[in-house]
């Protein structure tokens, strides 16, 4: 099979190699998923999983990729939930093998059945950004209608997660970036735009949860922001600041079924859209993970027509 792989971690995405592998063999509760179209980080690259298995010892060369939407192909050992033919989408386990290759082996309780009407782009654009949204908002941050939310980043991949299910459940959001993202996150449904290079972030005043996705200053600052009992929730590593009278929480994105069924319901409701870019082929994978100029939305390689 085709696969993207990479062997250098300084190398970054410039290091992306296309070559032939063998196809994988699922294990017990596994599938084999025939990919259709598969999603990426480039920030994946800077993750120890992607180059050391859990004892440490070295991995490469390593599939990257996490997020995916494709066909079973094939049952592991026991495993139950879903059958060959069945159309999935959903998140792989960080220490294994990726999704830019035209199969890999998943465990199928990280799966979720995509339903017919929902193209394979479309779904392998949700894992990552759905899921960390979704937990951050309700697991994390315990989000109650009528709350408000500050939301950094809010017309990124997750930011714009964050911003329509805050909205949609009833919270008041606050969005923040740049000048050029105003009028997205706006349409997004935010009830407030804070430009960070020209705006004052304290002018928000206070408010019940913060999302963070930037870390640094910006999360310093946001953290004086959280009233009493609220949360300052953060992806961007430990948190470096702390609300004076809540919680600090930081999180790794983990794959739910349940959670990826209810992000896709609401994408075929239309109420929930997502952010894609670029889309290539496998075989245009490496420069389209390099391009010349600064990409928008999320890029998704569309491994099969």
Same mark, same amino acid.
């Given at each position: 099979?085709? &696969?993207?792989? =990479?062997?250098?971690?300084?190398?970054?995405? &410039?290091?992306? +190699?296309?070559?032939?592998?063998?196809?994988?063999?699922?294990?017990?509760?596994?599938?084999?998923?025939? !990919?259709?179209?598969?999603?990426?980080?480039? /920030?994946?690259?800077?993750?120890?999983?992607?180059?050391? #298995?859990?004892?440490?010892?070295?991995?490469?060369?390593?599939?990257?990729?996490?997020?995916?939407?494709?066909?079973?192909?094939?049952?592991?050992?026991?495993?139950?939930?879903?059958? =060959?033919?069945?159309?999935?989408?959903?998140?792989?386990?960080?220490?294994?093998?990726?999704?830019?290759?035209?199969?890999?082996?998943?465990?199928?309780?990280?799966?979720?059945?995509?339903?017919?009407? !929902?193209?394979? $782009?479309?779904?392998?654009?949700?894992?990552?950004?759905?899921?960390?949204?979704?937990?951050?908002?309700?697991?994390?941050?315990?989000?109650?209608?009528?709350?408000?939310?500050?939301?950094?980043?809010?017309?990124?991949? =997750? /930011?714009?997660?964050? +911003?329509?299910?805050?909205?949609?459940?009833?919270?008041?959001?606050?969005? +923040?970036?740049?000048?050029?993202?105003?009028?997205?996150?706006? #349409?997004?449904?935010?009830?407030?735009?804070?430009?960070?290079?020209?705006?004052?972030?304290? #002018?928000?005043?206070? !408010?019940?949860?913060?999302?963070? !996705?930037?870390?640094?200053?910006?999360?310093?600052?946001?953290?004086?922001?959280?009233?009493? /009992?609220?949360?300052?929730?953060?992806?961007?590593?430990?948190?470096? &600041?702390?609300?004076?009278?809540?919680?600090?929480?930081?999180?790794?994105?983990?794959?739910?079924?349940?959670?990826?069924?209810?992000?896709?319901?609401?994408?075929?409701?239309?109420?929930?859209?997502?952010?894609? /870019?670029?889309?290539?082929?496998? #075989?245009?994978?490496?420069?389209?993970?390099?391009?010349?100029?600064?990409? $928008?939305?999320?890029?998704?390689?569309?491994?099969?027509?």
């Amino acid at each position: 099979m085709k &696969a993207i792989v =990479v062997t250098d971690q300084a190398a970054g995405t &410039a290091g992306m +190699t296309l070559v032939e592998r063998d196809a994988p063999e699922p294990a017990g509760n596994d599938v084999l998923v025939e !990919v259709h179209a598969s999603g990426f980080t480039p /920030g994946e690259l800077t993750w120890p999983s992607n180059w050391t #298995d859990r004892l440490g010892r070295d991995r490469t060369p390593s599939i990257p990729g996490h997020e995916l939407a494709g066909v079973v192909s094939a049952l592991g050992y026991g495993t139950r939930g879903l059958s =060959v033919g069945q159309r999935v989408f959903g998140l792989t386990d960080w220490t294994r093998d990726g999704t830019l290759a035209e199969y890999t082996a998943v465990e199928a309780r990280n799966l979720a059945p995509l339903p017919g009407d !929902v193209d394979f $782009t479309v779904g392998a654009s949700l894992p990552i950004s759905g899921l960390t949204a979704w937990q951050g908002l309700f697991d994390h941050g315990r989000l109650q209608p009528g709350q408000s939310v500050l939301v950094h980043g809010a017309a990124g991949g =997750v /930011g714009s997660m964050v +911003t329509q299910l805050a909205g949609e459940a009833g919270a008041y959001v606050v969005a +923040t970036g740049r000048a050029r993202d105003r009028q997205a996150a706006l #349409d997004l449904g935010a009830q407030e735009f804070v430009d960070l290079d020209r705006d004052t972030l304290e #002018d928000v005043g206070r !408010v019940d949860l913060v999302f963070d !996705v930037i870390g640094g200053d910006v999360q310093k600052r946001s953290a004086a922001l959280v009233q009493a /009992g609220g949360t300052l929730v953060t992806i961007a590593g430990p948190p470096e &600041a702390r609300p004076a009278d809540g919680l600090a929480i930081d999180f790794v994105v983990e794959a739910d079924r349940a959670q990826l069924s209810e992000i896709v319901r609401r994408v075929r409701d239309g109420r929930l859209r997502t952010n894609i /870019g670029t889309v290539a082929t496998l #075989d245009d994978a490496v420069a389209a993970f390099n391009p010349t100029e600064r990409p $928008t939305g999320k890029t998704i390689i569309r491994v099969r027509p």
